[in-house]
């Protein structure tokens, strides 16, 4: 069983930076594919950005790509989401996602086997 817990989410103005954390539980953390959805009002839940279980391969949604970052600490259990030149658009819950088997990166919801509670992030115009 491994929890995931978000923090770093806030309201900040189009332009700005913001890093979501996502802390761990458990040991086997460095097994693990990691991944970033988001959710906004009304619509379904969105693939973000994806980390390998030893950080040597990210992924990205189009929507996002050259302006956010997926990294990795395996040796403090977390996962991050560097956002930056945020535009209202970005605004949602952010979630972090868990997948204990695999070696590549994913995208889809059902690959993923734990799921954080969110964080909300939201981008003013």
């Known amino acids: 069983q491994v929890q995931l817990v978000e923090s770093g989410g806030g309201l900040v103005q189009a332009g700005a930076s913001l890093r979501l954390s996502c802390a761990a539980s458990g040991r086997t953390f460095s097994r693990y594919a990691m991944g970033w959805f988001r959710q906004a009002p009304g619509k379904e839940r969105e693939f973000v950005a994806a980390?390998?279980?030893?950080?040597?391969?990210?992924y990205y949604a189009d929507s996002v790509k050259g302006r956010f970052t997926i990294s990795r600490d395996n040796a403090k259990n977390t996962v991050y989401l560097q956002m930056n030149s945020l535009k209202a658009e970005d605004t949602a819950v952010y979630y972090c996602?868990?997948?204990?088997?695999?070696?590549?990166?994913?995208?889809?919801?059902?690959?993923?086997?734990?799921w954080g509670q969110g964080t909300q992030v939201t981008v003013s115009s």
């Open positions: 996602a868990a997948r204990l088997i695999g070696g590549s990166y994913y995208s889809k919801l059902d690959e993923y086997d734990y």
């Open positions: 980390i390998t279980w030893n950080g040597a391969n990210t």
